[in-house]
């Protein structure tokens, strides 16, 4: 039987760690012999990554933001994600719906009513009465003014990263808000640590669910 495709995604304030080890996490599932889809939010697609670049870069209002961080997604998820799914490949997403909840959300302080009804619409399935969801979230936790520093080496701020640091305090605590309501679905990394010890918890929070096998268990 082919393996079933996984959906995962990964989350966090800008900085936070994200990109450091999803390459590290798609090596490990390419050494396990499956085929790995790294892909990005907003972004993914043609389509996505114009409307990526509008909402980087150009002022609007936050219904606006949301309704494009949505539209990019949709076609993300009908160009990208489900097929890659239907394939029984492995999906490395950096960034998803959390992302808008977090940022629009709690961050802009944009209705999360209407965000929890376009996740509704958008990631609705023509096969099941359940939405799409990722089958884990990575939360990689970190203090703002610790991102911050880490960013002021890294480098230029784009229209998210220069906001000052109590949007990012709301941004975390949006985070914080939808790992409450969905436990099961999320992995929460104590990320102000050097890079192994955070790897360890990513790698760790994949082995308990089985998805890898235990570092150095394999014959
Ligand atoms: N555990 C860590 N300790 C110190 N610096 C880190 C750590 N993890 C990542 N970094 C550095 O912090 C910056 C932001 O990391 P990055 O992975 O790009 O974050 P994100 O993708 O979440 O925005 C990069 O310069 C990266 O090299
Ligand atoms: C997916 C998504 C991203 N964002 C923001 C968060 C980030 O600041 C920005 C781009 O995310 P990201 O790709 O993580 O940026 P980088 O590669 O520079 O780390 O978009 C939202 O505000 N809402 C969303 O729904």
């Known amino acids: 039987m082919p393996a079933a495709g996984l959906f995962f995604t990964f989350?966090?304030?800008?900085?936070?760690?994200?990109?450091?080890?999803?390459?590290?996490?798609?090596?490990?599932?390419?050494?396990?012999?499956?085929?790995?889809?790294?892909?990005?939010?907003?972004?993914?697609?043609?389509?996505?990554?114009?409307l990526r670049e509008l909402v980087l870069n150009d002022a609007m209002d936050p219904l606006s933001e949301a309704l494009l961080m949505f539209a990019a997604r949709r076609d993300h998820l009908q160009q990208v994600i489900e097929p890659a799914l239907a394939r029984g490949e492995v999906v490395l997403c950096d960034r998803f719906t959390d992302a808008t909840f977090a940022y629009q959300g709690s961050g802009r302080g944009f209705d999360l009513n209407v965000l929890r009804q376009l996740e509704n619409w958008v990631q609705a399935r023509p096969d099941s009465p359940q939405i799409r969801q990722p089958d884990l979230t990575v939360w990689f936790d970190l203090p703002p003014e610790v991102a911050a520093q880490r960013l002021v080496a890294a480098r230029m701020p784009d229209r998210f990263e220069s906001q000052p640091q109590a949007?990012?305090?709301?941004?975390?605590s949006g985070y914080a808000q939808r790992m409450q309501a969905s436990p099961e679905r999320f992995a929460r990394i104590a990320s102000d640590l050097p890079r192994e010890a955070v790897w360890q918890q990513v790698r760790q929070a994949f082995e308990q669910r089985n998805w890898l096998p235990p570092e150095g268990g394999r014959a």
């Open 11 to 50: 989350e966090g304030i800008d900085g936070a760690g994200k990109s450091t080890h999803i390459a590290a996490l798609a090596d490990a599932f390419t050494a396990e012999g499956r085929v790995v889809t790294l892909t990005r939010e907003p972004g993914g697609t043609p389509l996505a990554e114009k």
């Open 167 to 172: 949007f990012f305090e709301r941004v975390a």
